[in-house]
């Protein structure tokens, strides 16, 4: 049976036909369906064309107002997410409009598939593809939830509005949706995740250079850590952790190696970074993006932000733990977007999912549960592969250790130095990657963002609605319930 691709939600539509015109293409050339392969090559636009990482950093406490000096540029998107101003003035890409409709757009992608496949009764080779397409409307629906939804433990899940989880071909292109709640959407996600790896077959993959831009089951495990951390299931953080590192033996092996790094020069650690054979890498895409360009926007970083972070000294006795920053004062970076141009525009390869943050996860999900001894021994993983040299030489992490380094005045409770030890280290090794608000998010960190032209600086607490982006205003007009200001 040939199933046609034609129909894609207004959740998307109305956001992306000015630039990709997508009415205008001629029904009898868009892809049909009617082969394993089709299946496959469709899943390829499952995952979300478009990055985070812009709007993430800039509402960060990573960024901050560096004037405007020479050679500082202003990027609407960026100005406007830092001072948390609702009506963006552009839904450009790296705006929360374009990410919004190109999750909805990966999700139609998926639940194309889904439905070609229900058609053909779940043929078995069809499976490995269900799968992924699960994995996929889940990936997109979830990240959605954690910009435009408040998070699972804020207040009541049950009354917080979710957003829309599509699971059905469109068959109009106006169609009213509802947002539930927020615990109705984790649930939903939750049977994508656990019904999706089971079928996820690695061997459909195998051996070609497109392994990273597919889940595989590493991969979907890893974004099951990713999920149960912000549902605060932390057993099933433990669980899917352990599937990723099977006996431990390999986290040492897939964690980013600073010392490969650090004799790299600029253009080639950017081609490193985000290289499919990097053992870190689990799950990447290509998105249209001006990411690449950040060391160069007014809302980012400066070198106090080196100094503070990226130089800082772990609290273990060695000075041979830095990562190597290229640029001056202002215009500090590290290169880990590789960007190319297509057809007049620019694309950077996104990394979506880690092995670092895997080891991350676990490590947390261990405070949590009270098993610091495995929080510490995953620190000690983690910190022998960022030092320089002499790493056989350097002790190990103690408890002291962090204690000294993170305890918060006569606060000296074990719980507290071990998360501030464990969110210093995510900050540093996810700078510039949009990682930082997820944890400010999970962990109710407030912003306090200076405007230098402004008198007074922009304060967001932990309670704060503007944490939430706004819903696009196109899909307001189309009947979804718009975030409370």
Request: glycine share 4%.
């Amino acid at each position: 049976m040939k199933f046609k691709i034609t129909k894609i939600s207004l959740l998307s539509l109305l956001l992306f036909t000015a630039c990709d015109k997508y009415l205008e293409v001629d029904p009898d050339n868009r892809a049909i369906l009617n082969s394993p392969q089709a299946a496959r090559e469709l899943l390829a636009t499952a995952y979300p064309q478009a990055s985070y990482v812009m709007m993430s950093e800039s509402m960060s406490d990573n960024f901050t107002d560096k004037g405007p000096f020479g050679g500082s540029v202003v990027n609407p998107v960026n100005r406007d997410v830092y001072k948390f101003i609702e009506n963006i003035q552009s839904n450009g890409e790296d705006s929360p409009d374009f990410y919004w409709a190109a999750c909805y757009k990966a999700i139609a992608a998926a639940n194309q598939t889904l439905k070609y496949i229900e058609e053909q009764k779940d043929a078995k080779e069809l499976l490995p593809y269900k799968g992924e397409a699960l994995l996929c409307r889940a990936y997109a629906h979830f990240m959605l939830s954690v910009f435009f939804a408040r998070p699972y433990n804020d207040v009541n899940p049950e009354a917080n509005p979710g957003i829309p989880y599509v699971t059905e071909v469109e068959d109009v292109v106006i169609k009213k949706y509802e947002r539930g709640n927020v615990k109705d959407l984790y649930e939903k996600i939750q049977q994508d995740i656990e019904t999706g790896i089971p079928l996820i077959n690695d061997d459909a993959i195998a051996n070609t250079d497109a392994t990273a831009y597919h889940f595989t089951k590493r991969s979907a495990q890893a974004f099951a850590t990713r999920f149960f951390l912000f549902k605060k299931d932390y057993e099933a953080v433990k669980k899917y952790s352990k599937l990723v590192f099977p006996g431990n033996d390999i986290i040492s092996n897939s964690i980013r190696d600073v010392a490969k790094y650090k004799i790299l020069p600029y253009y080639v650690l950017e081609q490193t970074w985000s290289s499919t054979a990097e053992p870190t890498n689990l799950l990447m895409a290509t998105t249209p993006s001006q990411i690449n360009g950040y060391p160069y926007l007014r809302y980012g970083t400066n070198g106090a932000f080196a100094t503070a972070f990226m130089w800082k000294t772990p609290p273990i006795p060695s000075t041979n733990y830095a990562w190597n920053l290229y640029g001056q004062e202002n215009f500090y970076n590290i290169p880990k977007f590789r960007s190319y141009s297509f057809n007049q525009k620019n694309y950077n390869i996104a990394i979506l999912l880690t092995a670092d943050e895997v080891l991350f996860n676990w490590a947390e999900a261990s405070i949590e549960t009270g098993d610091y001894a495995k929080a510490l021994e995953l620190f000690n993983l983690y910190i022998k592969k960022k030092l320089i040299t002499n790493r056989s030489s350097i002790p190990d992490l103690t408890e002291e250790n962090l204690k000294e380094a993170f305890k918060t005045g006569s606060t000296t409770l074990r719980y507290d130095y071990y998360i501030a030890g464990l969110l210093d280290f995510k900050r540093r090794e996810f700078a510039f990657e949009g990682m930082r608000w997820l944890d400010m998010i999970r962990h109710r960190i407030p912003v306090h963002h200076i405007v230098q032209d402004e008198a007074a600086p922009v304060v967001v607490g932990a309670n704060d609605p503007r944490r939430i982006l706004q819903i696009p205003l196109e899909v307001q007009m189309s009947g979804v319930e718009r975030n409370l200001r």
